[in-house]
């Protein structure tokens, strides 16, 4: 009989097998078939109207559902919901903290936070991807919660965005937090570094910038529970999972995050191992 050890080993080698000829499923969710299975949520919007609000399924599995194509709504409430739950008990979201949220993506943490009675501060969420944008304004948009469409080159969300290096669109040293869930996976050197900068030169002495990464020095993170990722492939300083498409998967070494951050003018920062993807937080003050 196998163990859990062994299916979760096996799991992880058809994922590998799958992801040579599927290396992003963000990819996939641009062709018109991926539209089709947006009918799949109409039974469960009648029967659960919890689900109504949500975004189409396509823009679901674009920003991350643990790789559940079908059927994911409750994937998708849970995890917006655990990132808000995370960042209120770490104490980097106070309930009046200006919070920029880069790779926003269709509102994930967004919908929970506008929803959370213990928060009036206030929200900018910035993505490359045009489309997320868009939905986010038109069904999360209030005098708190604005959305910027960032369109600046990405290989997988914004082919044919500027090469220009992006500026956050905010004064110096005016936002308490800087987040962003999975963009840090998908940067390479030159954009993961400027987007470090801007975060330093964006937050106030006493802020905070959490991001998760993939670390290299950090396997049973960076691999995932069913070892998903090989980041095979060097590219500067980075590893990454698909030469061909090299921001579909990125990993860095725990020694480049952390000197990225100290050379922006953070005064502290470490990666902590956590499941699924470890967290590079920095801070002003040390």
Sequence with gaps: MESGGERRNISGRIERLVRRFIPSTAVLTRGWPARL???????????HPEFRELPPNHLRVRVGTGNRVLFNQSQFQR???HECL???SRGWLKPDSSLIDIGCGCGRTAAPLRQAAGFFGTYLGID???????????????????FEHADTYNSVYNPAGSRDAYRLPVEDASQDLVISYSLFTHLLERDLLNYVSEAS????????????VFCLDHPESAAGRLARFSFRHPVGEAMVEDAGLPEAAVAYPSRFLIESCLNSGFGAARVESTPGQ???IATIEP
């Design 79 to 81: 995890l917006g919901a």
């Design 86 to 88: 995370d960042m209120f």
């Design 128 to 146: 490359v991807d045009e489309e997320m944008i868009a939905w986010c304004r038109t069904h999360l948009t209030d005098e708190r919660f604005f």
């Design 278 to 280: 470890s967290q590079l």
């Design 37 to 47: 299975l947006d009918a799949a949520d109409f039974p469960s919007r009648l029967f």
């Design 201 to 212: 030169r964006a937050l106030k002495p006493t802020g905070t910038m959490v991001m998760t």
